[in-house]
């Protein structure tokens, strides 16, 4: 651990932030009065014509829709409360409010409710996501948390573990080394580009199975042994950190799609074993961002 970090203690802040955020949220899962758009949605027509009696009305384009609700926020505001009070020198960059700069080089990244769509379709997939990253943007520590169904997913280096009803198991990823037989997952294949589409095809017509719309909870799943591969794209800082010390932890692989060191941000390709990892990337490769 770098110097002036306490693995123990850092885990243990990590599991009261995720504590404090299901106590946050728990009162709106199932029963939302409101889903807000993070999107400003112009008028559809801000200036109309005077329409002619044979004039059919333009039919306008779906407006996009980035869902985010109450129990995002205030699971944001919980755990800052707490990372307030307890270690303000560490910064702290969420999904819902402005980043807090950091003191220390350290800074906590947190996506309290990673997966909103799930969440507001009442499906238990959504999680919230906890990171401590160091001054070179490596994550060190990371929680994927599903607490309705009482999973808790830590990392941390050298090893990651499954707390569920008061008992830690040590997880492992799959024995998987062949992409024809594993099982793989991205969230939306319909928000990739056309490029990253033709790679996902791949990627799909070679893998045993695939699913969808799982969020970060693929992540987790992957490294508890049921999934042998993610991959995904457009992602933010902390859509990412908290996967890879999970990942890593339980011996899986992180880059990004050029097989490389992944940022946080972007595309990003975990997976079981390098035997996956390499015949993965022979497509991933050819949609890899530049940047």
């Given at each position: ?44 027509n801000p200036s109309p014509a005077r329409p002619t009696p044979t004039a059919r009305p333009a039919i306008p384009a779906k407006a ?156 987790a799943r992957l490294a508890a042994g049921t999934i042998d591969l993610v991959a995904e794209t457009g992602l933010k800082a902390w859509d990412v950190a908290a996967l890879i010390p999970v990942v890593r932890g339980a011996g899986g692989l992180a880059t990004d799609w ?34």
């Amino acid at each position: 651990m770098p110097d002036g970090i306490s693995l123990e203690d850092e885990l243990a802040l990590a599991g009261r932030l995720a504590d404090a955020a299901w106590i946050a949220i728990r009162p709106h899962f199932r029963a939302l009065k409101d889903v807000d758009n993070k999107v400003a949605t112009p008028p559809l027509n801000p200036s109309p014509a005077r329409p002619t009696p044979t004039a059919r009305p333009a039919i306008p384009a779906k407006a996009e829709f980035d869902p985010v609700t109450e129990g995002d926020r205030a699971a944001e505001r919980a755990i800052r409360a707490i990372l307030a009070a307890e270690c303000p020198q560490h910064g702290v960059t969420g999904e819902e409010y402005p980043e807090t700069p950091s003191n220390s080089g350290y800074r906590w990244l947190i996506d309290p409710i990673d997966g909103t769509r799930a969440f507001v379709a009442g499906l238990p997939v959504w999680t919230t996501l906890i990171s401590l990253v160091g001054p070179d943007d490596v994550p060190i520590i990371g929680i994927i948390d599903q607490p309705v169904l009482g999973e808790r997913y830590v990392g941390w280096p050298g090893g990651a573990e499954l707390q569920r009803g008061g008992t830690r198991t040590p997880i492992r990823v799959s024995d998987c080394h062949d992409l024809r037989r594993a099982t793989i997952a991205t969230t939306d294949p319909f928000i990739l580009n056309p490029a990253e589409q033709g790679a996902w095809a791949h990627l799909r017509a070679t893998a045993r199975i695939s699913r969808y719309g799982l969020d970060a909870y693929a992540y987790a799943r992957l490294a508890a042994g049921t999934i042998d591969l993610v991959a995904e794209t457009g992602l933010k800082a902390w859509d990412v950190a908290a996967l890879i010390p999970v990942v890593r932890g339980a011996g899986g692989l992180a880059t990004d799609w050029r097989g490389n060191a992944p940022k946080l941000g972007g595309q990003i390709v975990c997976a079981s074993s390098a035997g996956v990892m390499d015949q993965a990337l022979l497509a991933l490769r050819r949609s890899a961002m530049l940047a």
